[in-house]
């Protein structure tokens, strides 16, 4: 009978996996427990931010001399869905989701799955579609979350592996594009016959709702983690999550906490803030060049990349709201939530 | 009998003034009527930004066609307080102040001011101190503001120079530094004796609630454009300004658009926006490297300058209640509100 | 009987032309003279960098006052080129080009044309290629080359629009490579069957070795500066261009040099460097990600732009050899020169 | 009877170590024999460069496998100087120096000593120059280099640590100089009397011809490497080092690749270059932002760091005469050679 818990931690920077370690020697949490992390790191977020890998590398080494277990096992068994790019108000940290013993009638699951390892040549393909559809459903089985409508969010990260010569950009974005309509086909968001690569990055109509899709270099297969409604688990998180119409759409953030049970008003008051377990957003500049019909200038700068303007700005809005930095923001919301804005997810302890 | 009016233009570019040129051609605003110009352009910000150069150039040749009067003696008397840096949700736009016929019993009055040119020697020194407090004085007395009570905002561009050798980046927070203690003297925010060379980026108890400076290479001495309550003036526009204790205090936010008389909850709405005028706002990355006890990147960044992600967050906090990105934020809050923290200035028309 | 001058001149910062206007007061150049300016400013040389259009308002404004002519007409008839960034050793200074009475049998002849406005969707596309094409002929015919093989250089400022929405970067090289084609399409050096906008960025057996082309938002339309041999123009410049096979290709860079007369072992002596009016080199980073073997990380940068990487290397080889840092170094060299490597092109007092 | 090997690697990313396990594996090297390593990772190369210290990671993790010991023990004997910043033509790799039985009359030998743990207070003070000079003496006594004069190349890789609130940036620059500083101490380069923190990047006179100094958050004490001539090792091996006036000073480049015994003419002809095994380079931005008396832009911009800039340049050039992009270049040369300019040392294996 499981329960689900969810643990953040802070890090120094991107190789200090130390407040794990504490979170295992007191005794809060068991090493074996440890299911899947999703966590923002301080790099650039782009293809070489490589402080992703190195805070895999960190975790994974903690986690094998724990448990035992040989790192390159953990890293095969457990996502570790790390974002770059802390701009502005937010802070590194890491969501830590384990498993715990308990249960309930009926209550928050979590599920993972990882693909096949996936080709330079399938990113952003109908194989990578059908691979990440696929995977979901595996990780929807390993939840016990019997119908895509009981899920609540999938976050996946997706690998970007770009042949020689090949613009790297575009694979990272082909790849988060493909991971969400895969999402959406196996949601039932898209039909079948909708989801093809032809439509990626074209077909802006198509798109799910409850998608958060990261990409990057130093993961080599899809890896996904599913949370939803599912029986038999302990009823002690709420998940809430609302999409965002545009970057700017204050009243969207508030609706997901308010979602997930907390009284956003417009801030999350201070004696309610230990209640926030995890946020989680998805956004991205709004590719017509303008916001609510004012010119915005993150598609255009050379010297500062369009996805760390957007989470600067998106992270501030959420974290304000929050009542802190710790925000999993992640740029790049391609087909996740409506164009040109996206979605926002919160996890709270319930009453 | 005077009657004050704002204007904002947008701009597609740096060097794009046409905006401007359709308001005199439309004959909304007689080109002799412009007193100062506030106004956001697209740069980075800091010391190689010439943006701000760029449009100061293009407005003042547009101005000099209109009023045949020499641009070089336009600059020298109507105060063009540019900041770069339009990061995540922000747009380029300007706000342009006119002085109008008209007027009435007391209201919103408008005043400006120049001080000598000022020698690199003199940057973050006394003598910019003085020079500051007595340029706002005379400011006061070009707007007929007969008190520092009555003073509402003062909004500064002071000159960063350096000599050879020196950090550009020290003399352009030093400038700032001591605009703004100079304001809080002429105010009396601060006591003569504490307004000293010494205490600039130092003793952070010293500031001015109403202070708002830039900095930048391409200003020679010391603009001041000063907002308040003066005598014969038209009462159609009400200035709100409130402190934000750190960069995530939407509250802070808000009630200075409440201040103004708008209905912020926590956004002006769609039909109320039309009222907003004009939006300033200050912050500054908490120096101690956290935000509500979580760490922030923003002060070690080495591609991305503490401004700019600064500006990000906090002009998405504020472009999210004001219902645009049309906010002039600028960094560098030294000695401008609390620190770590900052100010926010809304310019409502009066229902 | 025209005489062809170069004349180098320093700029303070992008809106500082006060080192023509004393070229004028102390009479070493006449400014009905000016006949094109190939320049480098210190922006970031992508889409967002506005030194180039604020230098360029900078300098019509002193030709117009100077001239009497109009700024707006004398933009449509002086080809003012250039290239943002002046990384590393680069120097930001601009080349004058000047037409003096005098002349000779045979000598360095320059000539000039404007190609019709180009609209966004003409960018990169095969009537972008016969415009370019055409404009070089006219250009060829203003100077009194006679046939292609007279041709020494032909310097093209490409404009860069882009519909909304799609990606600036993408325009910015498509234009470089389709007005590299039009070159090597008016020089013979590429077949009429060949110069097709299928070719562009894709076949790279096609190039020019007399091309170097920059691209920028600021132009409306193709301008051409071209340099070769004419009869009647006096004999007192030479120019001399060699390919570089890549990026390190230190002999070839002192090919050029020493093509142009000067006794570069390994570098121009000091005695001699008076005697350099100009240098301009293009080059790219070598798209395989790979430089002799061995990985480069210029591609995959998300903080730092390709061409920064790529002009702040190349530029200081060239100025290692020339002797200073007042090199043109212009990257994006789509179409010209050998792939990953580029050319070098060098105009010097003859003895 | 030791005898000094250099092996150079190649790193797909700063989380790569596979071809050091590939010389393993193929009996190259045995692990036990690994002394030092000296390498370049792409990261930026300031305080948020965690490439450093995920390179040293996985080497660590990759050394304690194969030799059984501890990698916290590891890092505590060997030391890992990495310079972040590939920009341009270099290419990320490393310089693994192993001590091979065998040996000899007189040869260049190696040493190696770690200081005692650096306090954030000691950064930049005469306590760390002090710490420094030891060391140094340390490493000369572990490799037997018996007096200064033997002395080839000193390799420190210092530690930046800054209390909160101090701006991290002066960290790194002081404690580059006082680990520079305490090199020409015990090398009787400076005068103990003159050796004093309040020198430190302010008397440009004061400097060593040997010292090369990087500085970084990830190591926490001085580590040194000494290069230099001892009785008992094996002859096999060129050290030659020489100024660079400035960072177009390519003259200065040669001559330290003749000084090693390489042809270079300019550049070290393609039969030659399998014997250099390694190179280093050292220079910083002109700090009076001339060059020869032409204005750089490397000081005051803020969206490229200065570094970044620097290494760019300067790598190229050495890169350039080398023959490919495997050179350690390191910016901040504060008192490593003459002002403005550096140092370029090269290792070559004798014919």
């Not at 690998?159 to 949601?187: C, F, H, Y």
């Not at 255009?300 to 929050?322: C, F, I, K, M």
């Not at 930095?325 to 996740?336: D, I, L, N, T």
């Amino acid at each position: 009978m499981p329960s689900l818990a969810v643990h953040r931690i802070a890090m120094a920077h991107p190789g200090d996996s130390s407040a794990l370690a504490a979170l295992f020697d007191d005794g809060v949490l068991a090493p074996a427990m440890v299911r899947a992390v999703i966590g923002k790191t301080e790099g650039n977020g782009g293809l070489n931010d490589f402080t992703r890998g190195y805070f895999t590398q960190s975790l994974m080494a903690l986690l094998a001399e724990r448990t035992g277990e040989a790192a390159s096992r953990l890293a095969a068994r457990i996502p570790c869905v790390l974002s770059g790019g802390t701009e502005g108000a937010l802070s590194p940290h890491a969501m830590v989701f384990a498993v715990k013993p308990g249960g309930g009638a009926r209550g928050l699951a979590l599920g993972t799955a990882f693909s096949a390892p996936t080709r330079a040549c399938e990113i952003g393909t109908d194989a990578q579609i059908a691979a990440v559809a696929d995977t979901l459903r595996a990780a929807m089985r390993d939840a016990g979350i019997a119908t895509p409508a009981d899920v609540g969010l999938v976050q996946v990260k997706a690998p970007a592996r770009t042949p020689p010569g090949a613009d790297p950009r575009v694979a990272m974005a082909r790849s988060r594009a493909a991971a969400a309509i895969g999402v959406a086909l196996a949601l039932g968001e898209v039909a079948p016959e909708a989801a093809r690569a032809e439509a990626l990055l074209a077909d802006v109509s198509l798109s799910s709702a409850r998608a958060s899709i990261s990409s990057g270099t130093e993961v080599t297969c899809n890896e996904v983690v599913v949370l939803g409604q599912a029986d038999g688990w302990a009823d002690g998180i709420a998940l809430g999550v609302a999409p965002m119409a545009d970057v700017l759409d204050l009243p969207g953030v508030i609706a997901a906490f308010r979602a997930a049970g907390l009284p956003a008003d417009p801030c999350v008051p201070e004696r309610e803030r230990h209640r926030v377990l995890g946020v989680i957003a998805k956004g991205e500049p709004a590719r017509d060049g303008r916001i609510r019909g004012h010119r915005h200038t993150m598609l255009g700068d050379t010297d500062l990349d369009a996805q760390r303007h957007l989470r600067g700005a998106l992270g501030a809005l959420v974290a304000a709201v929050a009542g802190d930095g710790r925000v999993f923001v992640s740029g790049g919301a391609e087909h996740q939530g409506p164009p040109g804005g996206g979605l926002v997810a919160v996890l709270a302890a319930k009453r």
